[in-house]
């Protein structure tokens, strides 16, 4: 098909559509071809219900893989057809049990020829092709479980809308930026405390001399972002606090802050840290959600070392 030779992967959906439609069609051929009134799409729960054992439709709908909705319409379905019925649950009065009615097991003897027809049908292709397609499938169901294809494009999308962005250590002519870009975000809120203007005002004597360390995010050269791992007292229980992380409100959509506190995480794992620590707003939801994504705890009880703190968060770098 020349739309799919130009469109490659990326049509993967609308070309196994396409395949399960002719399948589905050739199916429903195949049953009419045997005399069999019988939908395609019931063969899952009839097939689940072959064994002659009573079955809800949640525990149904777990052995197929499929929903609970879709395999209850089915199940409605095969009803009115008077294949299966219904019978009641003692252990949960609440939930009735399917199972083939007398028709179906008439059914279910006559698919025993068909079925093995098939089966020998599709062998002949998968020995006629070149790749092992039942394989495949099972590989991908396993790829996709681990790790969907929506999760994976997302992280395409990042890679290339973070491209541009490279994480450096402080130097002195970051100064200013580190400053700015903290009292932009404080102060649209806030407004400066003593202990802000203590680390802002001499970054090198506050935060660096003590052995802490302050990263900082360029775009095309510009500074983007900063963030702060402050040392902590060994008395705190914690090794680092994760602090003044800024970000350029003007450079959007880069993941400048997850790069930066990914790189913080980093810094402070080669450096033998075990436990950081942060203080924070709840009102600041992206910073408090970007802390939860990296797998930052909320503590119950808190110290606030700012008047506007009112969540306070730890994160055991080595889990």
Known sequence: MDFFEKTGPMAIGSRLRI???????????????????FKPKWFPVFYSLADEQPKSVTVIAREIGQSHPSVSTIVK?????????????????????????????EIARELIVLLRDVDRAVRQISEESAHDLWGAIAEWERLLASKSIFDRVKDVKMNRESAGVEIVDYTPQHREAFIALNRQWIERYWTLEPHDLELLGNPTENILDPGGHILVALYNGKVAGVCALCKMDASSGYDYELAKLAVDPEIRRKHIGLKLCNAAISKARSLGAGRLFLESNTRLKPA????????????????????????????????
């Open 19 to 37: 395949l399960t439609d002719t399948l589905t069609r050739d199916a429903a051929s195949i049953y009419e071809l045997y005399g069999i009134d």
């Open 77 to 105: 379905e095969m009803t009115a057809q008077g294949l299966v019925s219904e019978t009641d649950n003692r252990a949960d009065r609440r939930k009735s049990l399917i199972e083939l009615s007398d028709k179906g097991k």
């Open 288 to 319: 408090i959600a970007l802390y939860r994504k990296l797998g930052f705890k909320e503590l119950p009880e808190f110290h606030p070392a700012y008047a506007r703190g009112d969540i306070q968060m730890e994160l055991d770098i080595n889990r």
